[in-house]
């Protein structure tokens, strides 16, 4: 495929989000900037240690990278709130300040044309209640596509929003903290929502373990707002972004033998070819779950094992499990 030569400027207003690795976020950085957006926002989380202070500071000098007519805007924190709450923050202070607008993490590369997509696609739903966002990453391009559509319509995704844009109307809807989830797990209010007992069985872990705090991440909260509303996202059917944050230094992506960690990002063509129907690909939707979010028998398998073993049993069987993990290609 051609590369892709954008036909006018970029307007959308970009959010960059990072942390303490210079590498990535430069990465990242460099393609914001061949893009050129109007007005970028630049958020970084505070350091834990202070030994982590000067890599922190290295990620906030990369604003000298910004050459172009650009109004610049920055939001460097001096004390670490966290993925969840750092993360959040740094969202609501965006949605304060626009009505719409792109969202990239230091560990989210994008393809040029994914500024020009979301543009697009953002102008075009703009009051479409139904639509909850816009994302740029897909993982199920091995998918075979039906017609020519640039992108298809998903209810049934879960976290990994790596790259992606959206809409003050619906951030409003956005709570961090889930207050609803109590409520609406114990009324059982999703059931009838769900393609099968699986999915509703693995999403009400993963929503019960963001509540709780096992889980400290900021978008399982965005996935329960948009199925309370009943909403709809927008996946290109050419993946656009590809996730550099695989390895030790990742917060939910530290192995770099995750399944995920697919290195297919391409341009998108244009023009974009719009769906013809909002209509959802349950079964592109079911395979991603299925290959991306369901336990894998092996981890089932290995549950099950230790849940019936004493502690100092389960604690000496655990590096056995992940070296099986390893040599099977699992991990």
């Known amino acids: 495929m051609e590369a892709f030569t954008p036909t006018v400027p970029l307007s959308t207003p970009v959010l960059f989000i990072a942390f303490n690795r210079v590498g990535p976020a430069r990465q990242v950085l460099e393609m914001i900037r ?14 834990r240690t202070d030994a982590e202070r000067e890599r922190c500071e290295q990620v906030r000098a990369l604003a000298s990278m910004v050459d172009w007519d650009c109004e610049l805007h920055t939001r460097f924190s ?53 639509v909850w966002c816009i994302m740029g990453n897909n993982l199920m391009t091995e998918w075979p596509s039906a017609g020519r559509d640039s992108y298809y319509f998903s209810a049934h995704g879960y976290g990994a929003y790596w790259g992606w844009a959206g809409w003050r109307r619906v951030w409003r809807k956005y709570d961090v903290q889930m207050a609803v989830w109590p409520q609406c797990r114990d009324q059982r209010w999703l059931d009838g929502f769900f393609l099968g007992k699986s ?17 400290r991440s900021w978008d399982y909260q965005m996935d329960l707002a948009r199925i309370l509303e009943r909403g709809v996202t927008c996946i290109p059917n050419t993946n656009l972004i590809r996730n550099i944050g695989f390895g030790a230094e990742g917060t939910h992506t530290v192995s770099e033998k995750d399944r995920r960690n697919k290195d297919d990002r391409l341009d998108m063509a244009f023009p974009i070819a719009h769906p013809p129907h909002m209509v959802v690909d349950n079964r592109r939707d079911m395979a991603y779950f299925e290959k991306y979010i369901l336990p894998s028998q092996f981890e089932r398998f290995k549950g099950l094992v230790k849940g019936l073993l004493p502690e100092a049993v389960d604690e000496a069987i655990t590096p056995f499990f992940s070296k099986m993990q390893r040599h099977l290609g699992l991990r």
Not at 34 to 47: E, M, T, V
Not at 89 to 107: P, Q, T, V
């Open 199 to 215: 999915e509703m069985t693995e999403v009400y872990k993963l929503f019960e373990g963001q509540y709780t705090g096992a889980i």
């Open 34 to 47: 061949q893009a050129k957006p109007p007005r970028l926002y630049f958020a970084c989380d505070g350091p």
């Open 78 to 130: 001096e004390v670490n709130r966290g993925v969840m709450m750092g993360e959040s923050e740094a969202m609501d202070w965006f949605f304060s300040k626009e009505e719409e607008g792109i969202i990239l993490e230091d560990d989210t590369y994008p393809s040029l044309s994914f500024f020009w997509y979301c543009q697009e696609l953002l102008e075009r739903y703009r009051d479409d209640d139904r």
